[in-house]
């Protein structure tokens, strides 16, 4: 399975990113897919996870109420809707398929004035 990040980028404290990954290979339905992120000098945490044709989604506490997980289960895709973005939320930010444990290379987003 290959995952493959898109939507990262630069932004101001407060604006908005929309990241994207989808998955190529085979990626059985249910599936659970999730991003995580990793800040310099940090260790990779989990951002948000989330089971295909479900709306049952786990959010780390820091950005819940600002980050949505949502998913696409025919195209095998998996969002990440960021919201209110500050300083904190700098980092790499990867996909996972948590069925075969694969990793995407990564969406650098950066929250800057």
């Known amino acids: 399975v290959q995952l493959v990040e898109s939507g990262g980028g630069s932004v101001q404290p407060g604006g908005s990113l929309r990241l994207s990954c989808v998955a190529s290979g085979t990626v059985s339905l249910p599936y659970v897919m999730g991003w995580h992120r990793q800040a310099p000098g940090k260790q990779r945490e989990l951002v948000a996870s989330?089971?295909?044709?479900?709306?049952?989604?786990n959010y780390a506490e820091s950005v819940r109420g600002r980050f949505t997980i949502s998913e696409d289960s025919a195209k095998r895709a998996v969002y990440l809707q960021m919201n209110n973005l500050n300083a904190e939320d700098t980092a790499v930010y990867y996909c996972?398929?948590?069925?075969?444990?694969?990793w995407g290379r990564g969406t650098q987003v950066t929250v800057s004035s």
């Open positions: 989330i089971r295909s044709g479900s709306n049952s989604a």
């Open positions: 996972k398929d948590y069925g075969t444990n694969s």
